[in-house]
């Protein structure tokens, strides 16, 4: 039994670090995409700095939002902080991969 409840918690970290593998490149991308709608006002005009200040705040807030939420320890559900391929959860110590 204990092995079975270590196997679904490993499953439900794999989940969330693919999600948050796919969340990070993702913020990225968008920040780049707004930063290039600001250098090159000649593809789709030219928009509001403002605009895409509040846009690239946005992409952000999402992110840590989501990040917020998503990567958290499926056993415990403390944050896991900035280790991505992290293997051991650092508050309860449950073994993650
Ligand atoms: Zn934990």
Known sequence: MQHEASQ???REF??????QLLA????VLLMLFLALLHK???LFGELPRDMITAGQLAVIAVFVVFSF????????GKFMGGDVFRIK???CG????
Do not use: H
């Open 8 to 10: 679904q918690i490993i």
């Open 14 to 19: 794999k989940l969330r670090q693919s999600r």
């Open 24 to 27: 990070i490149p993702l913020t």
């Open 40 to 42: 090159r006002p000649d």
């Open 69 to 76: 939420v998503n990567w958290r320890c499926p056993a415990c």
């Open 89 to 91: 959860c650092k508050k």
């Open 94 to 97: 449950v073994r993650l991969g």
